[in-house]
DNA sequence: ATTAGGG
DNA sequence: CCCTAAT
């Protein structure tokens, strides 16, 4: 917005044209140590990094879930070593008030920016800069950012609610504003900030947690980035999830890291602080990141928390009986999705946020005497739910006093998501002009690596729902008086058609050689569900090819399967009547067993 | 662990 | 899609 204080960066000229940004560096900038999300990982025989364990996957990936759709992050080493690591005033240093820490700040700002510019450009081309990418398309960043979610909005957004609400401190004050004010006034700033009192005498912690309240910023995600020598690059998730798929057999969707500014700090010199790197260079290249950072200042993750809308279903326990569950939160999907700024910023003491999915649940628990927000997370399983849900129901955790401790799934919550799918697919359809072609590039690099695998498909029927992230689900409520999430994505074109094709190569019945071979793209479609699907398909073609063939085309609503499409459905069915299957033995590796027999592969050769 | 079927 | 029974 105003000048934008000297940065050394070159980059400056963009993030001064966003009037977002600027106020988000000039009232964020201790901040920018925000606590990093680590994902622990180990590596494992082959190179594979792999999750330390599942619980601790869990809890690092609903905190992953939920950054990721930040802004944006990235760290590259440049000029982010200048930075020094803010976050540790909060254990208790010496307060960095003063020129030097805003100067710095200010570099560490710059380097994110301009990090997270190259990120974004990393993939596509560079036109695209974050003001544009942020304001207009929020979804740029990836696939996995929702535009539209809960009630907090992401990013830069955020940020604009969070300002606006509070024109006159985010205006003019950034920390140093916030270092004039008197204890007292800063309780209030406090107050209309959080809606609440505070006991805290503590000055720099009042500060922060303002500065952080009224930012809401600092963060960034990066779940489609991975680190490869200190470099950031984009990953195609699709793709590499692909291949790491296929060489290992493993089902690891997203093997992202993420970042936020405090990996500049660390990597600029505090690496071993609090924090633990590790870095670990798979075959593939790909190089891991992970961080292990304990002790960060809760308060300062509570702030953060506030702020990231999730997109993602929550997990919940016995849902009725939290009290906490704000109904307005989670009502209906309908609220959910259009919602305005609900501006967060003045929620109660006690309240949930159902965030990018995930839901928040701030407690506030009277410890002596202080009030605390306890932020309580629960990882929720990006896949499919491993067990019943109703299992889960039963599970009453007792004895304990926190809250915390009920997992709570979200209903509702699946509801924004659709809408945002929906939102999705209309800036797809439409395509505004800049942000489309990144969203397009990647996904036609997913397609085309998978396709890769197999033949090459017409683009077509190219759709860009190869997605990982998209996953919408809606609960339904069960007969027992459970619910369970019903996960529902459509089937794209060029799924069916993979499922086709895998069909053709290794005949019908052989789901989980078709999904290891040619579904190994897309984490989520299990061998019941091709199974399903393919079932679906006869079902369609046996139906409506006799009749008539364009039925489907006609349908808008459930995506018409091309006709071609279900002729081949047709052919191979018969043909897989006629012969089963080839009977796996010691020569079964080849389909094509024997000279002559009419193997399955024969109805392939006209297309394909 | 996969598959087939029913719901 | 989910669940379950059967291999």
């Not at 936020?260 to 690496?271: E, V």
Request: glycine share 8%.
């Amino acid at each position: 917005m105003e000048k934008v204080v000297e940065v050394e960066g070159s980059d400056e000229g963009r993030f001064e044209v966003t009037g977002l940004e600027s106020n988000f560096v000039l009232s964020s900038p201790k901040h920018v140590a925000d606590p990093v999300v680590y994902k622990l990982v180990r590596v494992d025989g082959n190179g594979q990094l792999v999750p330390a364990t599942d619980d601790e996957l869990m809890e690092v990936e609903g905190l992953l879930e939920n950054e990721k759709h930040e802004t944006h992050i990235i760290a590259d080493t440049g000029q982010a070593l200048g930075c020094t690591s803010n976050e540790v005033s909060s254990s208790g240093m010496p307060q960095l008030e003063s020129s030097e820490g805003l100067s710095l700040s200010e570099n560490t700002e710059a380097g994110i920016e301009k990090l997270s510019t190259q990120l974004e450009e990393a993939v596509p081309s560079s036109a695209q800069c974050l003001s544009d990418d942020h304001v207009t398309q929020p979804g740029s960043v990836g696939e996995y950012l929702k535009p539209l979610d809960g009630p907090i909005q992401g990013g830069s957004s955020t940020s604009a609610g969070c300002i606006s609400s509070k024109p006159d401190f985010s205006k003019l004050k950034g920390e140093l504003c916030l270092d004039n004010l008197s204890i007292k006034e800063l309780h209030e700033v406090f107050k209309a900030t959080f809606g609440r009192d505070t006991t805290v005498k503590d000055k720099l912690w009042l500060k922060r947690r303002i500065a952080m309240g009224l930012t809401n910023s600092c963060d960034v995600s990066t779940t489609t980035f991975v680190i490869k020598d200190n470099k950031l690059v984009k990953r195609d998730n699709e793709d590499s999830s692909n291949n790491m798929n296929l060489a290992t057999g493993k089902e690891f969707p997203t093997v992202a890291v993420e970042y936020n500014a405090d990996l500049l700090n660390s990597l600029s010199s505090q690496i071993d602080e609090h924090q633990t790197i590790s870095v670990v260079r798979s075959e593939n290249n790909v190089v891991e990141n992970n961080f292990a950072n304990e002790d960060l200042a809760a308060d300062q993750r509570a702030a953060k928390r506030v702020r990231k809308p999730t997109k993602r279903y929550i997990e919940e326990l016995s849902e009725a009986e939290s009290k906490e569950y704000s109904g307005r939160l989670i009502a209906s999907p309908k609220n959910i999705g259009i919602r305005p700024f609900p501006s967060i910023s003045h929620a109660r003491p006690a309240r949930n946020l159902s965030l990018e999915g995930r839901t928040v649940i701030t407690r506030l628990d009277s410890l002596g005497g202080f009030g605390i927000q306890v932020p309580c997370v629960y990882r929720v399983r990006r896949s499919r739910p491993r067990k019943n849900v109703t299992a889960l129901l039963k599970f009453h955790p007792s004895g304990m006093g926190m809250t915390a401790t009920f997992i709570k799934r979200g209903l509702d919550v699946h509801g924004s998501q659709m809408g945002n799918e929906s939102m999705n697919k209309v800036l797809e359809a439409k395509s505004t002009p800049e942000q489309t072609p990144q969203q397009f590039v990647a996904e036609s690099n997913n397609e085309k690596s998978s396709t890769d695998l197999g033949q090459n498909m017409e683009l077509k029927y190219v759709d860009t729902s190869g997605d990982t992230s998209d996953d919408n689900v809606v609960t339904v409520p069960t007969a027992k008086g459970g619910i369970r999430r019903k996960h529902h994505r459509a089937w794209t074109l060029s799924e069916v058609m993979k499922l086709v094709e895998g069909v053709s190569k290794y005949g019908a019945g052989r789901w989980s050689e078709i999904k290891r071979l040619a579904f190994a793209s897309y984490s989520y479609r299990t061998s019941v569900d091709l199974k399903d699907k393919w079932r679906n398909l006869l079902k369609a073609s046996f139906a409506q090819t006799p009749t008539d063939k364009g039925a489907n085309s006609r349908k808008h609503p459930s995506m018409p399967i091309p006709a071609p499409i279900l002729l081949r459905v047709r052919e191979l069915a018969e043909m897989q009547a006629q012969a089963p299957l080839p009977n796996l033995s010691a020569a079964s590796k080849l389909p094509a067993c024997g000279g002559g027999g009419g193997s399955v592969n024969e109805t392939r050769p006209g297309y394909l």
